[in-house]
């Protein structure tokens, strides 16, 4: 069957009707910007794998609970952002568990940064589109879960604040100061990021 120019909101219908293909359809559609998604939130690719196949697995589990009057990229959006938070949550159990361990171990389109009012270099300046994101993931590696989760929500998934507000339940006024806090947050890191990557490039011409 040909699923071209049918709405996500309808190949769902199809599948929840027994059509198997169109979640397969659903996968393709969405498998690019939901994984850079993961990837940003958890900071690991294959964390962010593994992730995007439960938040797929919980669609299947509750495909008879959607709300046919929503949209289904927020809907699955949302489970992998709970996904994702559950995953962030387990590892910090892990690491705090490895911290009070015995000593010794006895026991054995644009990114959305360019969203923002954040001095990015230019596609002229040199610098190679994977370079520039690996130093996007290092700069939203050093936020707090809480501060990249509402950054990504808000500029990479672009969710109104209303929609980030019932995905975290908070308060639409927590949103907006919370993302203002984020985007601070990230200029912060990023000229942090960016000043070390420059000085680790003249070092290595100095070579």
């Known amino acids: 069957m040909d699923y071209d120019g049918i709405s996500d909101e309808r190949v769902f219908e199809k599948y929840r009707k027994g059509d198997n293909a169109a979640l397969r359809v659903l996968i393709d559609r969405h498998r690019d910007d939901l994984f850079r998604f993961l990837y940003r939130l958890v900071g690991d690719r294959a964390a962010a794998e593994d992730v995007f196949q439960e938040a797929f697995l919980q669609i299947h589990l509750s495909v008879d609970r959607f709300d046919a009057t929503r949209r289904f990229r927020p809907w699955l959006f949302t489970i992998a952002a709970n996904k994702g938070?559950?995953?962030?949550?387990?590892k910090v159990r892990r690491q705090s568990l490895e911290l009070s361990a015995?000593?010794?171990?006895?026991?054995?389109?644009?990114?959305?940064?360019?969203?923002?009012?954040?001095?990015?270099?230019?596609?002229?300046?040199?610098?190679?589109?994977?370079?520039?994101?690996?130093?996007?993931?290092?700069?939203?590696?050093?936020?707090?879960?809480?501060?990249?989760e509402v950054l990504l929500l808000a500029y990479f998934q672009r969710l109104s604040y209303a929609q980030v507000?019932?995905?975290?339940?908070i308060p639409l006024g927590t949103v907006k100061s919370r993302l203002h806090a984020a985007v601070a947050?990230?200029?912060?890191?990023?000229?942090?990021?960016?000043?070390?990557?420059?000085?680790?490039?003249?070092?290595?011409?100095r070579e």
Do not use: C, T
Not at 85 to 90: I, Q
Not at 117 to 137: A, F, K, M, T
């Open 85 to 90: 938070r559950d995953y962030l949550r387990k």
């Open 165 to 169: 507000a019932e995905d975290l339940g």
């Open 102 to 148: 015995p000593a010794g171990g006895d026991e054995g389109g644009p990114a959305f940064v360019d969203l923002m009012e954040i001095d990015v270099p230019s596609p002229d300046s040199g610098l190679e589109r994977e370079e520039l994101d690996e130093l996007v993931q290092r700069a939203l590696s050093r936020m707090s879960p809480l501060m990249r």
């Open 185 to 205: 947050s990230f200029a912060k890191h990023w000229q942090a990021v960016a000043a070390e990557s420059a000085a680790n490039e003249s070092a290595n011409e």
